[in-house]
């Protein structure tokens, strides 16, 4: 079963699904990123919450109109609006009165989804148009999605895109440093405001596969998975649409794969699946890689404790010390120095007298800014840098008493 | 304080506001009621190096922010080689306060050098070779060529500020501004960017900074702009940076001993 929705053979609308659904995340990973990196992550929030009201007012104007109240361009555009509004809401809220950003969010936030909600309880109790479609916008519903409804979520989905690759370079510079960015006459705010406009344009497409609650997912958990295996901003963007895609075309499929499943939580479970992943397994700033790192650097640190401390004579009482250095040969089982334990105490002491030469000359500073104390000095310089600074040290009768 | 100002900053030799790389007209920026600057005008000489002095909270990073439209000012006019400040963009580098960004940011040294070109590179321009070795020219001017890969978290304070500083070179501007270049910085770091802004100068740009150390004054700069929210004098360091001024500038947070030492380190 899951193998065939993920080749695409289940049936029309779970294949119209599963390619929403990717566009959907690529999208949605690569906008959220930006936001991510202006530490604006919450922005999205308030957007999609605030989409409610415009979707309901838009529903009864079309059925006022005596047109078909499902019709989704008309929906969306309706929560287009309200979300824009609610945006300039949130955006006058901090820019001009002392509220915190995180204030205005909760405020604009729940005011309009509380209205959203009062609007559809009328709606409900108006017994007119079709409404039964209407909820599926908090929580998305695919079960009946047609051609056309794919075809708005690819075209959106892919405008949003290129826009977001035309002012990808301003944006990154605002996000780092908007000073700086102001200084060079960088219009701050409308850059601010176009990116919020693609979150609320991705939001607005994705209504209807993921829901208004949960688009949120879609648009920062991509970007807070890929920041975990890259140091370098245009490549979190690019993992970020990588990893929003896949979430995207795996989530419909599982959903697809049994009756019942709700499309829009299940990826955004697959999402969290590959953070979790991250967060635990990523080469650098992943906890594990942090935990083995660390254990790596405090077994060093009591082995060059201990080297020191044979080389100048001293005691080592430290039980950690010992057993490490047993381990490594160092000292015999009665806590005597073997001799290579001799030999490379000796080294130890004198790496030591060498490294602070480096640190203490200004032509070595990148080396020296290299300097932990257990990193060893033939790997950052030459033999020939080394034996230059042994010869500003002297001879060896200095360090060996 | 203002006769002070007035009479301290008039002299037959320096150059009147049209030629000024910088001149700023009645600036006023407030952050609610108490004005941060209150009706400050500047003159920064060409081809010198000016240092903005002044107690702690006494406007002058609020200043240079105001006279680059960072922070919109409740009113002042200001005016770059002698015309509007939005037409002479291009010719200003401006090198913020270290504190100002998060340094676990996602990117490199060099991407930040880079963003100093963003004017060449511009929206979807490729970055290309002559790019990337104008980005290393400036990064081995301040000393950082071997750190063009890290990650900008990894560097020390010092070295971010040279980072900072080497992004405005990129730009190649005829004016630089420099919001407290030497804050916590190093010695090493302090050696490297004074030797950076004395070549500028010597290449006849024109150099700003906001300083907070009195002791090094004399020894960096040609000019001074002493400002405690108001202006209190201007004009070069044997003018402007006397006894009097200073008292003026830092009423009583000044110990006396601390004026003598610099009266005295001045001759």
Request: glycine share 10%.
């Amino acid at each position: 079963m899951l193998w065939e929705a993920l080749s695409l053979q289940l049936g029309y609308n779970a294949t119209l699904v599963a390619i929403g659904a990717t566009l959907l995340g690529v999208s949605a990973g690569v906008t959220g990123t930006f936001l991510f990196l202006r530490k604006r992550a919450l922005v999205s929030d308030a957007i999609s919450h605030a989409t409610l009201p415009g979707v309901c007012l838009a529903f009864m104007a079309l059925v006022a109109f005596g047109g078909d109240g499902r019709n989704l361009i008309g929906l969306l555009a309706g929560s287009a609006v309200s979300a824009w509004v609610g945006l300039l809401c949130m955006n006058w809220l901090t820019r001009h009165t002392r509220l915190a950003e995180d204030a205005a969010i909760g405020a604009v936030l729940s005011v309009f989804f509380g209205f959203g909600i009062v609007l559809l309880t009328v709606i409900q109790t108006m017994g007119v148009g079709r409404q039964a479609g209407l909820e599926g916008f908090l929580l998305g519903s695919t079960a009946g999605m047609l051609w056309a409804d794919a075809m708005v979520i690819a075209i959106g989905g892919a405008a949003t895109l290129v826009l977001v690759m035309i002012i990808r370079r301003p944006m990154t510079m605002v996000a780092f440093d908007p000073e700086y960015a102001a200084a060079r006459g960088l219009p701050v705010h409308r850059i601010d405001l176009a990116m919020m406009g693609l979150v609320m344009a991705v939001t607005v497409v994705g209504l209807k596969i993921v829901g208004l609650i949960l688009i949120v997912a879609l648009l920062i958990i991509p970007a807070v998975t890929a920041r975990f295996w890259t140091d370098r901003s245009d490549r979190v963007v690019l993992l970020a649409g990588l990893a929003g895609g896949l979430a995207g075309y795996l989530g419909a499929g599982l959903s697809a794969s049994a009756p019942n499943l709700p499309t829009g939580p299940i990826i955004v479970l697959v999402s969290f699946g590959f953070f979790a992943l991250s967060l635990l397994f990523a080469p650098v700033r992943g906890v594990l890689a942090a935990v083995l790192r660390h254990l790596r650097f405090q077994r060093r640190v009591h082995i060059r404790q201990g080297l020191l401390a044979l080389a100048q004579g001293q005691k080592i009482y430290e039980p950690l010390t010992i057993r490490l250095l047993r381990r490594a040969g160092v000292v015999r089982a009665d806590g005597v120095a073997t001799d290579e334990g001799k030999a490379r105490a000796a080294k130890a002491l004198r790496d030591e007298k060498r490294w602070e030469i480096v640190r203490s000359d200004l032509a070595h500073e990148a080396t020296a800014a290299l300097y932990d104390g257990l990193r060893d000095i033939e790997t950052v310089l030459t033999l020939d840098q080394i034996a230059e600074i042994d010869r500003r040290i002297g001879g060896p009768q200095e360090i060996t008493p | 304080m203002l006769e002070l100002a007035t009479v301290q900053g008039e002299s037959v030799e320096e150059q009147g506001v049209d030629h000024s790389p910088l001149a700023i007209r009645g600036m006023t920026v407030s952050y609610g009621q108490k004005p941060a600057v209150f009706s400050v005008d500047m003159t920064v000489q060409p081809g010198a190096m000016t240092a903005i002095i002044g107690p702690n909270g006494a406007g002058k990073s609020t200043l240079l922010k105001a006279a680059l439209g960072i922070v919109s000012p409740l009113s002042g006019q200001v005016t770059v080689f002698g015309q509007p400040l939005e037409d002479q963009r291009a010719r200003i580098a401006y090198v913020p306060q270290r504190a100002s960004v998060d340094w676990d940011f996602p990117t490199r040294v060099i991407d930040v050098i880079l963003m100093g070109l963003s004017r060449q590179l511009g929206l979807l321009g490729r970055v290309r070779a002559r790019h990337k070795a104008r980005a290393m020219d400036c990064l081995n001017r301040v000393g950082m060529r071997e750190f063009a890969d890290r990650q900008i978290g990894q560097l020390s304070g010092g070295q971010q500020q040279r980072v900072f500083l080497a992004r405005a070179l990129a730009q190649d501007a005829d004016l630089y501004l420099l919001d407290e270049p030497f804050a916590g910085v190093d010695a090493a770091t302090e050696k490297a960017i004074i030797a950076v802004l004395k070549s500028l100068k010597e290449a006849g740009k024109t150099v700003v900074v906001v300083h907070h150390d009195l002791a090094t004054v004399a020894d960096y700069f040609d000019h001074v702009f002493l400002i405690n929210t108001r202006k209190v004098a201007e004009g070069s360091v044997a003018q402007a940076f006397t006894a009097e001024t200073l008292q003026s500038a830092y009423g009583g947070r000044l110990a006396t001993a601390q004026i003598d030492q610099i009266s005295r380190a001045l001759g």
